[in-house]
C-alpha cells in the first residue's frame, strides 16, 4: 500500500524560508506527476507548484520567482523550497502523486496529509 509522509512545515516570520518534504513508500513502479497544493481557512484549495517526471514545472503566479519545486525519483519524494515567504503563503500545503504507476500494474494517485506553514507579520 502506498504511503505519503509530509514534513517541513513550522512557523516562520515574513522573509523566511521553509522546505517541504513528501516521501511515497509502498510498491511503486514510477510517479508522472508530483505536485503542491494549498489551502488557506475558509478558502478552497488551490496548486502551488507541479513537476512532471520529464521535468516541466508550472508555478501559481503567486509564488513563482519564491517556490521552488523539485523531485528525487530515486526517493519518491517531491521538494518544496519555500524563500521569502509572505503572511498569505499561511495555508496547509499537501502534496500530490498522479499518475502513480504500482509494480502491480495499477495507475493511481494519492494526497499527503498536509503540513501546516505558518508565516507571521
Known amino acids: 500500500q502506498v504511503q505519503l509522509v509530509e514534513s517541513g512545515g513550522g512557523l516562520v516570520q515574513a522573509g523566511g524560508s521553509l522546505r517541504l518534504s513528501c516521501a511515497a513508500s509502498?510498491?511503486?513502479?514510477?510517479?508522472?506527476?508530483m505536485g503542491w497544493y494549498r489551502q488557506a481557512p475558509g478558502k478552497q484549495r488551490e496548486l502551488v507548484a507541479v513537476i512532471t517526471s520529464s521535468g516541466r514545472i508550472n508555478y501559481t503566479d503567486s509564488v513563482n520567482g519564491r517556490f521552488t519545486i523539485s523531485r528525487d525519483n530515486a526517493k519518491n519524494t517531491v521538494y518544496l523550497q519555500m524563500d521569502k515567504l509572505k503572511p498569505e503563503d499561511t495555508a496547509v500545503y499537501y502534496c500530490n502523486l498522479d499518475g502513480v504507476r504500482l509494480v502491480a500494474g495499477a495507475r493511481l494517485a494519492y494526497w499527503g496529509q498536509g503540513t501546516q506553514v505558518t508565516v507571521s507579520s
Open positions: 509502498g510498491s511503486i513502479f514510477s510517479i508522472n506527476v
